[in-house]
């Protein structure tokens, strides 16, 4: 049964960072990009990144890209998304998904995981 | 990048309408757009691949039309737990996702 298992919630303060990830199950988790879209409380999706699993090649959206790191680590079949200097407007559920490259849709998502950024 | 603007940003409509959405992109993106549902506290699910092919397990009353900029998602006879939201989207260079339209009962 291919799944993505994403850690759990996290309550941050303003300027720390938070590391999130994601467990994949039931394929080859070289073989498909791993993407990351956030979701704000009441709004729609957000896509922050991707990363290709087998050469760690990471691209960002400009409006993260110096604040987001994406990795993995493909012993375990994992992926990661680092997002630091956290302000209360990145209070989200953050997903990771998976692309399907011959037709460019998402095909699998993890369950989310909030973060929620609070003094 | 590539700008998408999903219209309606919400919708209501009665059990067993016809409802329609529609996406327009910034640039001529052929068929690579994609549709997803979303229910309250879930992840997004697959609906439509590039712009027309139903995804597997996926009901018929849902369609989707369009090419170049210009893309619809078709709900015939609308059904009690299609009320919920749904997000076009597109994947490039980068990735773009529609604002999003809430389905409401009328």
């Known amino acids: 049964q291919m799944r993505l298992e994403q850690s759990g919630a996290e309550v941050k303060k303003p300027g720390a960072a938070v590391k999130v990830s994601c467990k994949s199950f039931?394929?080859?988790?070289?073989?498909?990009?791993m993407h990351w879209v956030r979701q704000a409380p009441g709004q729609g999706l957000e896509w922050v990144g991707r990363?290709?699993?087998?050469?760690?090649?990471?691209t960002y959206a400009q409006k993260f890209q110096d604040r987001v790191i994406m990795t993995r680590e493909t012993s375990i079949r994992t992926a990661y998304m680092e997002l630091s200097s956290l302000r209360p407007d990145d209070t989200a559920i953050y997903y990771c998904?998976?692309?399907?490259?011959?037709?460019?849709?998402?095909?699998?998502w993890g369950q989310g995981t909030l973060v929620i950024v609070s003094s | 990048d590539i700008q998408m603007t999903q219209s309606p940003s919400s919708l209501s409509a009665s059990v067993g309408d016809r409802v329609s959405i529609n996406c327009r992109t910034s640039?001529?993106?052929?068929?690579?757009l994609n549709w997803y549902q979303q229910r309250p506290g879930k992840a997004p699910k697959l609906l439509i691949y590039?712009?027309?092919t139903l995804e597997s397990g996926v009901p018929s009353r849902f369609s989707g039309s369009g090419s170049g900029t210009d893309f619809t998602l078709t709900i015939t006879s609308l059904q009690a737990e299609d009320y919920v939201s749904y997000y076009c989207?597109?994947?490039?260079?980068?990735?773009?996702f529609g604002g999003g339209t809430k389905v409401e009962i009328k």
């Open positions: 989207q597109h994947s490039g260079s980068t990735v773009t």
């Open positions: 990363i290709n699993p087998s050469s760690g090649d990471t």
């Open positions: 998904a998976r692309i399907n490259d011959w037709n460019d849709a998402f095909d699998l």
């Open positions: 039931g394929y080859t988790f070289t073989g498909y990009y």
């Open positions: 640039q001529n993106i052929n068929t690579s």
């Open positions: 590039a712009a027309s």
